[in-house]
């Protein structure tokens, strides 16, 4: 007989074998990995507002990202390298890269998708515009984000959160780390 103070144990035990013998889930479809953003690189935003420069402005935002732990970002310095090396050129006044340099970039840099954007004023309110396109170069969605001129390091991690919280309602599977 199993004394009461073994149940949890034994129910405990009985749970991680089962997942222990889970099967692993297949290979995803391309069309499913189109909108499946496990790694992302966030590229030098466009634009400048108010002493708030698109660079200064997607190194915070791709912190704050780091700092939710929903995604892997891509490392700042490795991005601007590869970028150099393949000769890409975001477009100036939206930041964002064409389907053959995100395939070619995604392939260098491993990531799943890619987080481009500008910086604009609109009257007194600064904007993010902040798009989301997959390894292919498929563009999963855009976000206006009304931002404070600083954009400081706490609202930064306070948006990355909202935009992580966000995603999953607009179709997109996240793998919490």
Same mark, same amino acid.
């Given at each position: 007989?199993?004394?009461?103070?073994?149940?949890? $144990?034994?129910?405990? #035990?009985? $749970? $991680?074998?089962?997942?222990?013998? @889970?099967?692993?889930?297949? +290979? !995803?479809?391309?069309?499913?990995?189109?909108?499946?953003?496990?790694?992302? @690189?966030?590229?030098?935003?466009? =634009? +400048? !507002?108010?002493?708030?420069? &698109?660079? @200064? @402005?997607?190194?915070?935002? %791709?912190?704050?990202?780091?700092?939710?732990?929903?995604?892997? !970002?891509?490392? =700042?310095?490795?991005?601007?390298?590869?970028? %150099?090396?393949? *000769?890409?050129?975001?477009?100036?006044?939206?930041? #964002?890269?064409? *389907?053959?340099?995100? *395939?070619?970039?995604?392939?260098? $840099?491993?990531?799943?998708?890619?987080?481009?954007?500008?910086?604009?004023?609109? &009257?007194?309110?600064?904007?993010?515009?902040?798009?989301?396109?997959?390894?292919?170069?498929?563009?999963? &969605?855009?976000?206006?984000?009304?931002?404070?001129? /600083?954009?400081?390091?706490? +609202? %930064? #991690?306070?948006?990355?959160?909202?935009? %992580? /919280?966000?995603?999953?309602?607009?179709?997109?599977?996240?793998?919490?780390?």
């Amino acid at each position: 007989m199993i004394s009461e103070k073994k149940i949890p $144990l034994t129910v405990a #035990l009985l $749970l $991680l074998c089962l997942l222990a013998s @889970a099967p692993i889930h297949a +290979e !995803v479809s391309k069309d499913e990995s189109d909108i499946t953003f496990w790694t992302l @690189a966030v590229l030098n935003f466009a =634009g +400048e !507002v108010e002493g708030l420069k &698109g660079d @200064a @402005a997607s190194e915070r935002f %791709a912190n704050g990202l780091r700092e939710t732990r929903h995604f892997k !970002v891509a490392p =700042g310095l490795t991005l601007q390298n590869a970028i %150099a090396t393949l *000769k890409i050129t975001p477009e100036a006044d939206t930041g #964002l890269i064409s *389907k053959s340099d995100a *395939k070619k970039l995604s392939g260098v $840099l491993s990531v799943d998708g890619f987080i481009t954007g500008r910086i604009e004023a609109n &009257g007194n309110v600064v904007n993010l515009i902040v798009t989301l396109t997959s390894a292919r170069g498929r563009i999963f &969605g855009t976000y206006t984000i009304p931002v404070t001129p /600083t954009f400081s390091r706490s +609202e %930064a #991690l306070r948006i990355a959160l909202q935009f %992580a /919280t966000r995603l999953p309602y607009d179709g997109l599977v996240i793998e919490y780390t």
